[in-house]
């Protein structure tokens, strides 16, 4: 499960960048490499991050159960 958690947080991270570089220039990174917006491998990686994004959800409540058993486990 630790791949899947590391891909999912550098898609998330790849998105991130990419929509900082269009809210600050104007510029789609994905798109400018991938052959524009509508093309099937930006549309691909573009739901991938999305996908990575509703994922990564579900790590707050690995954070949250871990941090639990730790402050069980000193009590």
Same mark, same amino acid.
């Given at each position: 499960?630790?791949?899947?958690?590391?891909? !999912?947080?550098?898609?998330?991270? %790849?998105?991130?960048?990419?929509? *900082? @570089?269009? &809210?600050?220039?104007?510029?789609? #990174?994905?798109?400018?490499?991938?052959?524009?917006? !509508?093309?099937?491998?930006?549309? %691909?990686?573009?739901?991938?991050? *999305? @996908?990575? &994004?509703?994922y990564?959800?579900? #790590?707050?409540?690995?954070?949250?159960?871990?941090?639990?058993?730790?402050?069980?486990?000193?009590?």
């Open positions: 499960m630790k791949a899947l958690d590391y891909t !999912a947080l550098t898609l998330v991270i %790849i998105g991130a960048v990419n929509w *900082g @570089l269009i &809210g600050f220039l104007q510029f789609d #990174l994905v798109a400018t490499l991938f052959g524009g917006q !509508a093309s099937l491998i930006s549309r %691909i990686i573009y739901a991938l991050v *999305g @996908l990575a &994004g509703l990564t959800i579900l #790590l707050y409540g690995k954070i949250g159960s871990n941090d639990t058993m730790i402050m069980s486990k000193q009590n």
